[in-house]
């Protein structure tokens, strides 16, 4: 944000480290947060194992309980809803920054009014959603809207899209809770209140199968484990673990609303931003070579794309912890896990990367019945754009802390704007290895000069507070 730039006669004062950083409380202070950090990491992977395992081992059993069909309708559903992701209005994002201040100044009261505010924007509008959607959802007509075959029911389809959009609108809400533990270091229990979501589904639908209940029942029973997960996690965190920072309609704070707003506003924009700048590629070579080139750029693509996320996930808890130290002045430590991320995020995406390169063609072959991944330079694209990725990620979980997000903003649109002329001609005189290629040039030109300079950014924001502990 803005606000970041404003200390700018202060950056030399944080070039060096103070000698009140260098004190044992503040080396075990350090340490705490790398030990968080790292089982927040650990705890990452295993949530993410069990949201990829858990689905992929209820495709046998719900495709034949279903049925090809109602199967089809399932996905379609589960489509639409992945909708309701940016429905938080980047509110979530917001109040994790605006929270690990106050965690790092032990300010509560504010936390409490920030928790409250943002229950009180997003509660009624779930709520007001949800209601719409059943009121309304008989006149809908889904079965032509989903792209449905004549012989599917329109009241199972009806049935299948009120419940599951209903749980994913009603999660939006129930989910802060996850935003406040990352906000306070709780980054591991909130893996496994998460891991716990993903894993309800299991026993849920092996028992509705098993009971031979309706479709719409079956489908119910796939989609409700993360809103128990979340609703458990939040009584148990506001009852039992935090009681202090319980959200209340007493504490609902204006000015904290107001400011939640504005910065989950700018969360908001780079999020949509972000999303049409990395989804456009398939409609490009659609539209420039035809569908079976978006095939064979679409399956590596999703195989590295799996490696990407892997990144993200070790990335996010970067994202609390440097909110605490930029609080506290913490700059030596902020700059050392930088580097130590960078190195260990990149080689997190070199690994796939190498390989697919490599041998891509003969994994290909041998898993696909038709033939895919023989273009080399096509790997090799793919591969640099997530290695690129990797390894920027961590400044930009700095500059997330601090609510440095305008940078970000710019450099993303300005990579939209330039990327998606250059790749639709890159991609019809070339071929589709031109796409990942000219991704790579153009993100050098916009979007990483756009990092260095918010991640400098950030970093003078703490200046000023690291000038007061000396």
Same mark, same amino acid.
């Given at each position: 944000?803005?606000?970041?730039?404003?200390?700018?006669?202060?950056?030399?004062?944080?070039?060096?480290p103070?000698?009140?950083?260098?004190?044992?409380?503040?080396?075990?202070?350090?340490?705490?947060?790398?030990?968080?950090?790292?089982?927040?990491?650990?705890?990452?992977?295993?949530?993410?194992?069990?949201?990829?395992l858990?689905?992929?081992?209820?495709?046998?059993?719900m495709?034949?309980?279903?049925?090809?069909?109602?199967?089809?309708?399932?996905t379609?559903?589960?489509?639409?809803?992945?909708?309701?992701?940016?429905?938080?209005?980047?509110?979530?994002?917001?109040?994790?920054?605006?929270?690990?201040?106050?965690?790092?100044?032990?300010?509560?009261?504010?936390?409490?009014?920030?928790?409250?505010?943002?229950y009180?924007?997003?509660?009624?509008?779930?709520?007001?959603?949800?209601?719409?959607?059943?009121?309304?959802?008989?006149?809908?007509?889904?079965?032509?809207?989903?792209?449905?075959?004549?012989?599917a029911?329109?009241?199972?389809?009806?049935?299948?899209?009120?419940?599951?959009?209903?749980?994913?609108?009603?999660?939006?809400?129930?989910?802060?809770?996850?935003?406040?533990?990352?906000?306070y270091?709780?980054?591991?229990v909130?893996?496994?209140?998460?891991?716990?979501?993903?894993?309800?589904?299991?026993?849920?639908?092996?028992?509705?199968?098993?009971?031979?209940?309706?479709?719409?029942?079956?489908?119910?029973?796939?989609?409700?484990?993360?809103?128990?997960?979340?609703?458990?996690?939040?009584?148990?965190?506001?009852?039992?673990?935090?009681p202090?920072?319980?959200?209340?309609?007493?504490?609902?704070?204006l000015?904290?609303?107001?400011?939640?707003?504005?910065?989950?506003?700018?969360?908001?924009?780079?999020?949509?931003?972000?999303?049409?700048?990395?989804?456009?590629?398939?409609?490009?070579?659609?539209?420039?070579?035809?569908?079976?080139?978006?095939t064979?750029y679409?399956?590596?693509?999703?195989?590295?794309?799996?490696?990407?996320?892997?990144?993200?996930?070790?990335?996010v808890?970067?994202?609390?912890?440097?909110?605490?130290?930029?609080?506290?002045?913490?700059?030596?430590?902020v700059?050392s896990?930088?580097?130590?991320?960078?190195?260990?995020?990149?080689?997190?995406?070199?690994?796939?990367?190498?390989?697919?390169?490599?041998?891509?063609?003969?994994?290909f072959?041998?898993?696909?019945?038709?033939?895919?991944?023989?273009?080399?330079?096509?790997?090799?694209?793919?591969?640099?754009?997530?290695?690129?990725?990797?390894?920027?990620?961590?400044?930009?979980? *700095?500059?997330? /802390? @601090?609510?440095?997000?305008?940078p970000?903003?710019?450099?993303?649109? #300005?990579?939209? %704007?330039? !990327? =998606?002329?250059?790749?639709?001609?890159?991609?019809?005189?070339?071929?589709?290895?031109?796409?990942?290629?000219?991704?790579?040039?153009?993100?050098?030109?916009? *979007?990483?000069? /756009? @990092?260095?300079?918010?991640?400098?950014?950030?970093?003078?924001?703490? #200046?000023?507070? %690291?000038? !007061? =502990?000396?």
């Amino acid at each position: 944000m803005s606000g970041g730039s404003r200390h700018t006669a202060s950056e030399s004062g944080s070039s060096r480290p103070t000698a009140v950083l260098e004190t044992p409380d503040s080396d075990e202070r350090d340490g705490a947060r790398s030990r968080r950090l790292l089982s927040g990491i650990l705890t990452a992977a295993v949530s993410r194992g069990a949201g990829m395992l858990v689905p992929l081992f209820l495709i046998p059993v719900m495709l034949s309980y279903l049925g090809p069909e109602r199967y089809g309708l399932w996905t379609a559903v589960l489509a639409l809803a992945g909708m309701a992701a940016f429905a938080d209005l980047g509110l979530g994002n917001g109040l994790m920054t605006k929270l690990a201040r106050c965690y790092s100044s032990g300010d509560k009261e504010r936390a409490r009014g920030y928790i409250s505010s943002a229950y009180c924007l997003l509660v009624p509008m779930a709520l007001g959603v949800c209601g719409l959607l059943w009121l309304v959802g008989s006149t809908v007509p889904w079965s032509s809207l989903l792209g449905l075959p004549a012989t599917a029911s329109a009241t199972e389809a009806r049935g299948m899209v009120l419940i599951c959009l209903s749980a994913f609108v009603l999660n939006i809400p129930l989910s802060l809770v996850a935003r406040v533990q990352y906000a306070y270091q709780q980054v591991a229990v909130s893996n496994l209140w998460q891991t716990t979501g993903n894993l309800l589904a299991l026993p849920l639908v092996l028992f509705s199968v098993w009971a031979e209940l309706s479709p719409v029942t079956v489908v119910a029973a796939s989609v409700v484990g993360p809103l128990i997960a979340n609703a458990a996690n939040s009584i148990w965190l506001y009852l039992s673990k935090m009681p202090e920072v319980r959200p209340r309609l007493g504490h609902v704070d204006l000015p904290a609303m107001r400011n939640l707003l504005r910065l989950g506003g700018l969360f908001f924009l780079l999020t949509i931003v972000t999303s049409i700048a990395n989804s456009a590629d398939n409609l490009i070579i659609a539209h420039t070579r035809g569908l079976q080139a978006v095939t064979e750029y679409a399956v590596p693509a999703k195989v590295l794309a799996q490696a990407g996320m892997l990144v993200s996930l070790v990335n996010v808890p970067l994202w609390p912890a440097n909110g605490e130290a930029l609080n506290k002045g913490d700059l030596p430590w902020v700059r050392s896990t930088v580097r130590r991320m960078t190195l260990i995020s990149t080689a997190v995406a070199m690994i796939p990367a190498i390989l697919l390169v490599s041998v891509g063609d003969r994994i290909f072959a041998a898993w696909l019945p038709t033939p895919l991944g023989d273009d080399r330079w096509l790997l090799a694209g793919l591969a640099a754009w997530w290695v690129l990725l990797a390894g920027i990620g961590p400044r930009f979980m *700095v500059q997330n /802390a @601090a609510g440095v997000v305008r940078p970000q903003l710019v450099g993303w649109a #300005a990579f939209l %704007m330039i !990327s =998606l002329v250059l790749k639709w001609y890159g991609s019809a005189k070339w071929g589709i290895a031109a796409v990942p290629l000219i991704a790579v040039a153009v993100y050098a030109i916009t *979007v990483l000069p /756009a @990092a260095l300079h918010g991640y400098r950014a950030a970093l003078r924001v703490s #200046a000023p507070r %690291m000038e !007061s =502990l000396r």
